[in-house]
C-alpha cells in the first residue's frame, strides 16, 4: 500500500512523453509513478510485485534506463521518455524478446514478464550480442517464480539470433 | 487427421496477452465507485480481545469497518474443519490474524485509517515450537494441541532393528518457506442481499472459496459466484488463503453496498499467509552388512500453525512419502501435525513430501556412511522394484526401474568421474567442490480415496462453428493447464488445438472439477477433459452426423447439423473410482496414489569455506513422469520447481520474533534471482500410464521434493559437513566450517 500521509501537498502537473505519445499526469509530487501511469494512464501491464524495487515487475525504461517505477516520484518523470511493456511491440507486431518469450516457455504466470520483457529489450539495445552470462546479470533485477529463469535465458539469447537474421 | 497436438511444445495459449501486458490480473481490474479495503491484524500471538480503539482525527464516519459481529453467516473459514475464524471475535491465536476490515475509497486515507486502530489485546502465553506444543506447555488447541497423526505399520519393526548389524538414528529439520509468488493477493468483490456474493481473484480453487463464503454468508450455494482472474503463481499459496481475503472484501462489499478492492502489499501478504509447514524428522534405520534396509522407524511432525486448515492433508502426504522409493519390509512411521501460536501453514508446492524426503534422503548418505557403502550403491540395494510394497503396502504396478533412472542422471551429469575428480582437487583449496545427488516418488493426485470423494466434473462443449470450449475449474496460474486441456481435447476430437478454447474459471460456468493443486490437474482432470471430448464426439457419431472415417474438416458441419437439430453440443465426465485402487483410511494402507512420478536428481556445488557461501553450479533432473504432453511447458515446470527447491535448500529463511515474521520483505527474504540458478539439465523418461490422458501423470511437485538433498547432499560430499536442516544459510555453514576445524586442532 502507498504510504503517503493525508496532509499532502497539491497535486501537480506533470508533462511526459509515454509510449510515443505526451501524456499527462497530475498527482502528488511523490506519488509513485506505477500508480499514476497504471490508474492514469491504464498501463496495467506495469505490475506491482512488492513495492520496494527488489522484484522489477514494475521495470519500465525512463529516458532509456530501466528503472522500478515503485521508487519514482511522479514529479521525477517531469520532460521523460517513458516506455512499458504497452510500448514494446510495434502495433500487433511483437518484439522478437516477446515472440521468443512465447516460443520458448519465458513465460508461466507472467507477472514478472512485462518487466522481465522491458530488462531484455533494455539490454539488447545496449548490447545487441549478449552472452548468457551477460544475460543472467542483465535480468538479476527482475524476480522470477515460475520459470527458474532457464527458459528466460533460452528466449533472450533465441531472440539475439532471430533479429540478427533479420537485420 | 490433424498433426497430433500432444507430445508437441504448443505455445503457451495465454502467451501473447501475457507478453504484451494485456493479461487481465486482479489489480487490474477496477469497479464503478469501488472502495479499497484493509485488514486491522493483531500484533500479538496469543490474548483475548478487550476492545477496539478507533483513534483521533480520522473521518470514521465515511468508513466502512467490519467486524466479527457483522458476519452474517457463520465466523469461520470453513475448509476441512470450521475452527478457523474468519475474523477474531475474542481470542487471538496467532500474530497477524485479521480482527477489523476496513474501507473507503481514497487509497491512502485507508492506510492512515488501519494505523489508527488500536487492538486492545490481553496477553496470553503462546507455543512456539512443536517441543512446547506436543508437551501441552498450554494447550491452545482443543484437547490436546494435535490436528492429525497417523500411523503406518508394515512387519515388524522392532524384531527387524534387534536384528540388523547396523543401526543408524538421525534427527532432521526444514524451515518455513514462503511461496513468493510475484502477484500478491487480492480480490474484488461485490455482495448485497438481492444479488448475493460475487468476488474475482487471484486464486488456485474457485469452488473452496465458493464453499468458504456461502457458509460465512449463510447464502444458497447459487447466491455465490467466484472467478479466477490470470493469477500471478500460486505455489499452494494460494490454495486455501484466498478464502479469507475474499470473505474479508466481501464482507466489506456487503456492509457498504459498494464493490470493495482488497490487495496486499508484499509486507502484508508474507506475514500474513500461509507457509510451508515446518517440520523435524526421526529416523532410526536398520540395516544388515551388505546394505539391505530391513527397518524403517519415522517419526514426522509438522508445526500447523494456530487453526487446522490443510495440515491433516499436508500430513498425510508427508507420512506415505517419508519412506520413499525403496522396498523394505518393516516400516513404521508415526506422525502428527500440532499446533503453535504461528499464522497457520499451509500448501506449499510438494505437500509434506519435501519435508520427509528431504529428511530421508539426507539419512541415507548417513546410513551408507556407516554401512561402508558408496550412496548410489546402497540406494542401488533397496529401489522398490515392479511387483515388490511401498511402506504403505501399495503394490508398485508400474514398469518403473529406479536403477537405471539413476544411471542416466549419472551419466548426464558426469556423477562418479566427478565425484573423483573432486575429491582429488578439493584438498588445498578453500573452495570445495561436491556432487550429491536424491532419489525420490511422489504421487500425483490426491491421496487414497481423496478423488472418489472430490468426484470432479469437467465439460466440454461444441459450438457450430466446430470451436471446442473447455469448462473445468482448474486454474491456470502458470503451469499450463489452458495449453495441455486444448492439447488433450484437440488429440481426443482430432482437431487443432487453436480450435479450443480454454473457459475463464467462474463457478456461475464451469463445473466443480476440484481444487488445482496435488499435481492433479494434467493426470486426473485432463483425463476428464479427454473423456468428456470424446463424448462429444461419441454424440455426433451415434446420431449419424459424424463417421469414424471423416476428417477433422467434416466436424464443424457435423456441430452445426446436431445443434440445429439437438440444440446445446455438450458432454461432462465424472470422475469414477477405479477399481484397481484400494485405500483403507483407517490403517492407512493400501493404493495411496494411483501413479507416481520417480526422480533422481543431481547436484553439484561449491561452498567458499571462506564466506560459507554455496552455489549450485550444476543440476541435472532426471525423472519419468507419463507421457510428456508438451515438453517445453513440462521442463518449465522443472526448471522453476528446482529453483524453487534451491531457495528452501539455501536462501529462504523465514525469521520469527514472537511468533511474527520480520523478514517479510523481498529485500531480506532472499529467493533465488538469475545468478542463482545452475543450469539445470532437464530429463523425461516417458511410461504411459493408463488411467492418465494420452498416458501422462502429474508433474508440478515432483521438483521441490529432490533438490533441497540433492544439493545438502553434495555440500557434504564438499566439506565432510553433515547438515541436518535446511535452509542452510552461509552464516549456518560458516558456524558448522569454524567448529569442525577446532575438532581437528585439538
Same mark, same amino acid.
Given at each position: 500500500?502507498?504510504?503517503?500521509?493525508?496532509?499532502?501537498?497539491?497535486?501537480?502537473?506533470?508533462?511526459?512523453?509515454?509510449?510515443?505519445?505526451?501524456?499527462?499526469?497530475?498527482?502528488?509530487?511523490?506519488?509513485?509513478?506505477?500508480?499514476?501511469?497504471?490508474?492514469?494512464?491504464?498501463?496495467?501491464?506495469?505490475?506491482?510485485?512488492?513495492?520496494?524495487?527488489?522484484?522489477?515487475?514494475?521495470?519500465?525504461?525512463?529516458?532509456?534506463?530501466?528503472?522500478?517505477?515503485?521508487?519514482?516520484?511522479?514529479?521525477?518523470?517531469?520532460?521523460?521518455?517513458?516506455?512499458?511493456?504497452?510500448?514494446?511491440?510495434?502495433?500487433?507486431?511483437?518484439?522478437?524478446?516477446?515472440?521468443?518469450?512465447?516460443?520458448?516457455?519465458?513465460?508461466?504466470?507472467?507477472?514478472?514478464?512485462?518487466?522481465?520483457?522491458?530488462?531484455?529489450?533494455?539490454?539488447?539495445?545496449?548490447?545487441?550480442?549478449?552472452?548468457?552470462?551477460?544475460?543472467?546479470?542483465?535480468?538479476?533485477?527482475?524476480?522470477?517464480?515460475?520459470?527458474?529463469?532457464?527458459?528466460?535465458?533460452?528466449?533472450?539469447?533465441?531472440?539475439?539470433?532471430?533479429?540478427?537474421?533479420?537485420? | 487427421?490433424?498433426?497430433?497436438?500432444?507430445?508437441?511444445?504448443?505455445?503457451?495459449?495465454?502467451?501473447?496477452?501475457?507478453?504484451?501486458?494485456?493479461?487481465?490480473?486482479?489489480?487490474?481490474?477496477?469497479l464503478?465507485g469501488m472502495l479499497f479495503g484493509a485488514t486491522?491484524?493483531?500484533?500479538?500471538?496469543?490474548?483475548?480481545?478487550?476492545?477496539?480503539?478507533?483513534?483521533?482525527?480520522?473521518?470514521?464516519?465515511?468508513?466502512t469497518?467490519v467486524?466479527?459481529?457483522?458476519?452474517?453467516?457463520?465466523?469461520?473459514?470453513?475448509?476441512?474443519?470450521?475452527?478457523?475464524?474468519?475474523?477474531?471475535?475474542?481470542?487471538?491465536?496467532?500474530?497477524?490474524?485479521?480482527?477489523?476490515l476496513l474501507a473507503h475509497r481514497?487509497k491512502?486515507?485507508i492506510?492512515?485509517?488501519?494505523?489508527?486502530?488500536?487492538?486492545?489485546?490481553?496477553?496470553?502465553?503462546?507455543?512456539?515450537?512443536?517441543?512446547?506444543?506436543?508437551?501441552?506447555?498450554?494447550?491452545?488447541?482443543?484437547?490436546?494441541?494435535?490436528?492429525?497423526?497417523?500411523?503406518?505399520?508394515?512387519?515388524?519393526?522392532?524384531?527387524?532393528?534387534?536384528?540388523?548389524?547396523?543401526?543408524?538414528?538421525?534427527?532432521?529439520?526444514?524451515?518455513? =518457506?514462503?511461496?513468493?509468488?510475484?502477484?500478491?493477493?487480492g480480490m474484488i468483490a461485490e455482495a448485497n442481499?438481492?444479488?448475493?456474493v460475487t468476488v474475482w481473484g487471484?486464486?488456485?480453487?474457485?469452488?473452496?472459496?465458493?464453499?468458504?463464503?456461502?457458509?460465512?454468508?449463510?447464502?444458497?450455494?447459487?447466491?455465490?459466484?467466484?472467478? =479466477?482472474?490470470?493469477?500471478?503463481?500460486?505455489?499452494?499459496?494460494?490454495?486455501?488463503?484466498?478464502?479469507?481475503i475474499a470473505a474479508h472484501a466481501a464482507l466489506l462489499a456487503w456492509k457498504s453496498g459498494r464493490p470493495v478492492k482488497m490487495i496486499? *502489499?508484499?509486507?502484508?501478504?508474507?506475514?500474513?499467509?500461509?507457509?510451508?509447514?515446518?517440520?523435524?524428522?526421526?529416523?532410526?534405520?536398520?540395516?544388515?552388512?551388505?546394505?539391505?534396509?530391513?527397518?524403517?522407524?519415522?517419526?514426522?511432525?509438522?508445526?500447523?500453525?494456530?487453526?487446522?486448515?490443510?495440515?491433516?492433508?499436508?500430513?498425510?502426504?508427508?507420512?506415505?512419502?517419508?519412506?520413499?522409493?525403496?522396498?523394505?519390509?518393516?516400516?513404521?512411521?508415526?506422525?502428527?501435525?500440532?499446533?503453535?501460536?504461528?499464522?497457520?501453514?499451509?500448501?506449499?508446492?510438494?505437500?509434506?513430501?519435501?519435508?520427509?524426503?528431504?529428511?530421508?534422503?539426507?539419512?541415507?548418505?548417513?546410513?551408507?556412511? $556407516? $554401512?561402508?557403502?558408496?550412496? *548410489?550403491?546402497?540406494?542401488?540395494?533397496?529401489?522398490?522394484?515392479?511387483?515388490?510394497?511401498?511402506?504403505?503396502?501399495?503394490?508398485?504396478?508400474?514398469?518403473?526401474?529406479?536403477?537405471?533412472?539413476?544411471?542416466?542422471?549419472?551419466?548426464?551429469?558426469?556423477?562418479?568421474?566427478?565425484?573423483?575428480?573432486?575429491?582429488?582437487?578439493?584438498?588445498?583449496?578453500?573452495?570445495?567442490?561436491?556432487?550429491?545427488?536424491?532419489?525420490?516418488?511422489?504421487?500425483?493426485?490426491?491421496?487414497?480415496?481423496?478423488?472418489?470423494?472430490?468426484?470432479?466434473?469437467?465439460?466440454?462443449?461444441?459450438?457450430?462453428?466446430?470451436?471446442?470450449?473447455?469448462?473445468?475449474?482448474?486454474?491456470?496460474?502458470?503451469?499450463?493447464?489452458?495449453?495441455?486441456?486444448? =492439447?488433450?481435447?484437440?488429440?481426443?476430437?482430432?482437431?487443432?488445438?487453436?480450435?479450443?478454447?480454454?473457459?475463464?474459471?467462474?463457478?456461475?460456468?464451469?463445473?466443480?472439477?476440484?481444487?488445482?493443486?496435488?499435481?492433479?490437474?494434467?493426470?486426473?482432470?485432463?483425463?476428464?477433459?479427454?473423456?468428456?471430448?470424446?463424448?462429444?464426439?461419441?454424440?455426433?457419431?451415434?446420431?449419424?452426423?459424424?463417421?469414424?472415417?471423416?476428417?477433422?474438416?467434416?466436424?464443424?458441419?457435423?456441430?452445426?447439423?446436431?445443434?440445429?437439430?439437438?440444440?446445446?453440443?455438450?458432454?461432462?465426465?465424472?470422475?469414477?473410482?477405479?477399481?484397481?485402487?484400494?485405500? *483403507?483410511?483407517?490403517?492407512?494402507?493400501?493404493?495411496?496414489?494411483?501413479?507416481?512420478?520417480?526422480?533422481?536428481?543431481?547436484?553439484?556445488?561449491?561452498? *567458499?569455506?571462506?564466506?560459507?557461501?554455496?552455489?549450485?553450479?550444476?543440476?541435472?533432473?532426471?525423472?519419468?513422469?507419463?507421457?510428456?504432453?508438451?515438453?517445453?511447458?513440462?521442463?518449465?515446470?522443472?526448471?522453476?520447481?528446482?529453483?524453487?527447491?534451491?531457495?528452501?535448500?539455501?536462501?529462504?529463511?523465514?525469521?520469527?520474533?514472537?511468533?511474527?515474521?520480520?523478514?517479510?520483505?523481498?529485500?531480506?527474504?532472499?529467493?533465488?534471482?538469475?545468478?542463482?540458478?545452475?543450469?539445470?539439465?532437464?530429463?523425461?523418461?516417458?511410461?504411459?500410464?493408463?488411467?492418465?490422458?494420452?498416458?501422462?501423470?502429474?508433474?508440478?511437485?515432483?521438483?521441490?521434493?529432490?533438490?533441497?538433498?540433492?544439493?545438502?547432499?553434495? $555440500?557434504?560430499?564438499?566439506?565432510?559437513?553433515?547438515?541436518?536442516?535446511?535452509?542452510?544459510?552461509?552464516?549456518?555453514?560458516?558456524?558448522?566450517?569454524?567448529?569442525?576445524?577446532?575438532?581437528?586442532?585439538?
Amino acid at each position: 500500500m502507498p504510504r503517503a500521509k493525508r496532509s499532502m501537498p497539491e497535486k501537480v502537473s506533470v508533462q511526459c512523453r509515454v509510449n510515443g505519445h505526451d501524456a499527462t499526469l497530475l498527482d502528488f509530487p511523490m506519488a509513485r509513478l506505477l500508480d499514476a501511469l497504471r490508474e492514469q494512464l491504464s498501463l496495467t501491464g506495469i505490475k506491482e510485485g512488492c513495492g520496494e524495487g527488489e522484484c522489477g515487475a514494475c521495470s519500465i525504461e525512463m529516458d532509456g534506463r530501466l528503472v522500478n517505477s515503485c521508487l519514482v516520484p511522479v514529479a521525477q518523470a517531469e520532460g521523460a521518455t517513458i516506455r512499458t511493456i504497452e510500448g514494446v511491440a510495434d502495433g500487433e507486431q511483437l518484439h522478437e524478446v516477446q515472440q521468443a518469450i512465447i516460443t520458448h516457455g519465458g513465460a508461466q504466470c507472467g507477472i514478472c514478464t512485462p518487466g522481465m520483457i522491458l530488462a531484455a529489450v533494455n539490454l539488447l539495445e545496449h548490447n545487441g550480442r549478449p552472452t548468457e552470462a551477460e544475460v543472467r546479470v542483465a535480468l538479476a533485477g527482475n524476480l522470477c517464480r515460475c520459470t527458474g529463469y532457464t527458459k528466460i535465458f533460452e528466449s533472450v539469447l533465441a531472440a539475439v539470433t532471430v533479429a540478427e537474421a533479420r537485420d | 487427421m490433424t498433426n497430433p497436438s500432444i507430445g508437441r511444445s504448443i505455445p503457451r495459449k495465454e502467451g501473447r496477452e501475457k507478453v504484451t501486458g494485456r493479461a487481465r490480473y486482479v489489480d487490474d481490474m477496477t469497479l464503478p465507485g469501488m472502495l479499497f479495503g484493509a485488514t486491522v491484524r493483531s500484533p500479538i500471538a496469543r490474548g483475548r480481545l478487550r476492545g477496539i480503539r478507533f483513534g483521533e482525527g480520522l473521518p470514521w464516519n465515511e468508513l466502512t469497518t467490519v467486524t466479527a459481529k457483522d458476519i452474517p453467516g457463520k465466523n469461520s473459514i470453513v475448509l476441512l474443519e470450521d475452527d478457523q475464524p474468519c475474523l477474531a471475535a475474542e481470542l487471538v491465536n496467532h500474530a497477524e490474524e485479521a480482527v477489523v476490515l476496513l474501507a473507503h475509497r481514497d487509497k491512502y486515507l485507508i492506510e492512515e485509517a488501519r494505523r489508527a486502530v488500536q487492538l486492545e489485546i490481553e496477553r496470553l502465553p503462546a507455543i512456539f515450537s512443536i517441543d512446547d506444543s506436543l508437551a501441552c506447555k498450554e494447550i491452545i488447541w482443543r484437547a490436546d494441541n494435535v490436528f492429525k497423526s497417523l500411523r503406518v505399520d508394515k512387519g515388524d519393526v522392532d524384531a527387524a532393528l534387534a536384528e540388523a548389524e547396523f543401526v543408524v538414528e538421525g534427527e532432521y529439520e526444514t524451515g518455513a =518457506q514462503e511461496q513468493l509468488y510475484i502477484e500478491p493477493q487480492g480480490m474484488i468483490a461485490e455482495a448485497n442481499g438481492r444479488d448475493g456474493v460475487t468476488v474475482w481473484g487471484s486464486l488456485q480453487c474457485p469452488y473452496y472459496v465458493h464453499k468458504a463464503l456461502a457458509a460465512l454468508f449463510a447464502l444458497p450455494a447459487e447466491k455465490i459466484r467466484v472467478v =479466477q482472474m490470470e493469477t500471478g503463481g500460486g505455489f499452494g499459496g494460494k490454495e486455501e488463503y484466498p478464502s479469507m481475503i475474499a470473505a474479508h472484501a466481501a464482507l466489506l462489499a456487503w456492509k457498504s453496498g459498494r464493490p470493495v478492492k482488497m490487495i496486499y *502489499d508484499r509486507a502484508e501478504d508474507m506475514a500474513a499467509t500461509t507457509k510451508r509447514h515446518p517440520s523435524r524428522t526421526r529416523h532410526r534405520t536398520g540395516v544388515t552388512r551388505d546394505g539391505k534396509i530391513v527397518a524403517m522407524d519415522i517419526d514426522f511432525t509438522l508445526d500447523g500453525g494456530a487453526y487446522m486448515t490443510l495440515s491433516p492433508v499436508v500430513l498425510s502426504r508427508g507420512t506415505i512419502h517419508a519412506a520413499g522409493p525403496y522396498d523394505c519390509a518393516n516400516v513404521r512411521i508415526r506422525s502428527r501435525a500440532v499446533a503453535t501460536n504461528f499464522p497457520p501453514h499451509g500448501a506449499f508446492r510438494g505437500f509434506g513430501a519435501p519435508q520427509s524426503v528431504f529428511a530421508l534422503e539426507r539419512h541415507l548418505d548417513q546410513v551408507a556412511k $556407516v $554401512v561402508g557403502l558408496a550412496p *548410489d550403491e546402497l540406494r542401488r540395494r533397496n529401489f522398490v522394484r515392479e511387483g515388490q510394497t511401498l511402506a504403505v503396502g501399495q503394490v508398485v504396478h508400474e514398469k518403473i526401474d529406479m536403477n537405471e533412472l539413476m544411471e542416466r542422471a549419472f551419466e548426464l551429469s558426469g556423477y562418479r568421474a566427478k565425484r573423483e575428480r573432486l575429491a582429488r582437487e578439493n584438498p588445498g583449496s578453500t573452495i570445495k567442490r561436491g556432487i550429491g545427488f536424491a532419489s525420490f516418488l511422489h504421487g500425483a493426485g490426491f491421496t487414497g480415496s481423496g478423488e472418489d470423494y472430490l468426484a470432479s466434473v469437467a465439460e466440454v462443449e461444441a459450438t457450430s462453428e466446430g470451436k471446442i470450449r473447455v469448462c473445468a475449474a482448474s486454474t491456470e496460474m502458470g503451469q499450463g493447464t489452458n495449453t495441455i486441456f486444448s =492439447q488433450i481435447a484437440a488429440d481426443a476430437l482430432g482437431l487443432e488445438c487453436s480450435s479450443v478454447e480454454v473457459v475463464q474459471p467462474d463457478t456461475a460456468h464451469v463445473p466443480n472439477s476440484g481444487p488445482t493443486v496435488a499435481s492433479r490437474t494434467c493426470m486426473i482432470v485432463g483425463k476428464l477433459v479427454e473423456s468428456a471430448a470424446l463424448g462429444v464426439k461419441q454424440s455426433l457419431l451415434q446420431n449419424g452426423f459424424l463417421r469414424e472415417e471423416d476428417g477433422h474438416d467434416a466436424f464443424a458441419g457435423a456441430c452445426r447439423l446436431y445443434i440445429e437439430k439437438f440444440g446445446p453440443l455438450r458432454a461432462s465426465s465424472r470422475y469414477s473410482p477405479s477399481p484397481e485402487i484400494h485405500w *483403507d483410511d483407517a490403517h492407512y494402507r493400501g493404493d495411496a496414489y494411483g501413479a507416481y512420478g520417480w526422480g533422481v536428481y543431481v547436484a553439484e556445488v561449491s561452498v *567458499d569455506t571462506l564466506t560459507g557461501e554455496t552455489r549450485v553450479e550444476d543440476f541435472v533432473a532426471a525423472q519419468e513422469v507419463g507421457r510428456v504432453i508438451n515438453p517445453v511447458l513440462a521442463a518449465g515446470q522443472i526448471e522453476g520447481g528446482v529453483a524453487q527447491g534451491v531457495g528452501f535448500a539455501l536462501y529462504e529463511n523465514v525469521v520469527w520474533r514472537d511468533g511474527r515474521m520480520i523478514n517479510n520483505q523481498m529485500t531480506n527474504y532472499i529467493m533465488p534471482t538469475s545468478m542463482d540458478v545452475p543450469p539445470i539439465r532437464v530429463y523425461f523418461e516417458e511410461l504411459p500410464y493408463a488411467r492418465g490422458p494420452a498416458g501422462a501423470k502429474g508433474i508440478g511437485e515432483l521438483p521441490l521434493d529432490g533438490t533441497a538433498p540433492a544439493i545438502i547432499n553434495a $555440500v557434504e560430499n564438499a566439506t565432510g559437513i553433515v547438515v541436518r536442516r535446511v535452509p542452510l544459510t552461509p552464516e549456518i555453514l560458516l558456524d558448522a566450517l569454524d567448529a569442525a576445524r577446532e575438532k581437528v586442532h585439538a
